[in-house]
């Protein structure tokens, strides 16, 4: 029999001082979290563990101001899809941690002023873990240890898929775009969760890349707007 699924809708989890969620995921799929805000807690956001058949979702969420690392994937699989990262920290990585053999893709989404004071701006991967990245935006992430912009390589692998920027305050990714995203601060703009837009003169503006797309391209962006 099919397992059962738990998908989070339009929630905000805030000020929290222990871990917000921890789950233990088997099964068919399905899982995830759509329209929700991670914001200004002071514990580990998000523990995903188990053997699901298919990625965690992550869409259309903000995480923001966190200051304990965001999500910790471990033996589980994961998509983010038109989200923002905004302004978290942490001591070993500020959003994301892939443990060994995990694999995540980030598309159509935006990080902002993340920092961590160990080993990754924003993200780690573990031995044989693979980061996936396209169509983002990867904007002043910083970090005392490390010479790559935002991604810890700790015998893992990132890998780049066009339609990327990052700005020029941080070290390049060779064959990446360095420009001043232009984004505005972390604001709302119609959705149901906060974002950095692009102002009107922005580089990022129609610059993702739209073919050989690691996932389906999303009808609309994380405002709800269509693309």
């Known amino acids: 029999s ?39 807690n002071s514990a580990l956001v998000l523990q995903l563990n188990g053997f699901d058949d298919e ?52 598309v159509h989404s935006t990080l902002h002023t993340n920092a961590a004071a160990a080993s990754a701006a924003a993200f780690r991967t573990d031995t044989h873990a693979q980061l996936s990245v396209q169509n983002c935006i990867l904007d002043r992430s ?23 920027f990052v700005h020029p305050a941080d070290i390049g990714i060779p064959g990446v775009p360095s420009a001043d995203p232009l984004l505005g601060p972390l604001a709302p703009a119609g959705g149901p969760t906060m974002v950095h837009t692009p102002q009107t003169d922005s580089p990022v ?19 709800g707007a269509a693309r």
């Open 2 to 40: 099919a397992m059962p699924r738990m998908h989070v809708e339009n929630s905000v989890f805030r000020d929290n001082d222990l871990p917000v969620t921890r789950m233990w995921l088997l099964g068919d799929g399905g899982h995830g979290f759509s329209d929700c805000t991670f914001e200004n």
């Open 55 to 106: 990625p965690v979702l992550i869409e259309r969420s903000t995480f923001s101001g966190n200051t304990a690392g965001g999500i910790l994937a471990n033996e589980v699989d994961l998509d983010l899809v038109n989200c923002t990262f905004s302004a978290n920290s942490g001591t070993d990585y500020s959003l994301l941690r892939l443990t060994p053999t995990t694999h995540a893709r980030l």
């Open 142 to 164: 910083s970090n005392q240890s490390t010479t790559s912009p935002n991604i810890s390589l700790a015998g893992g692998v990132a890998t780049f898929h066009g339609g990327l």
């Open 205 to 223: 503006l129609d610059a993702g890349v739209s073919t050989g797309l690691l996932l389906p391209l999303p009808a609309t962006d994380q405002t």
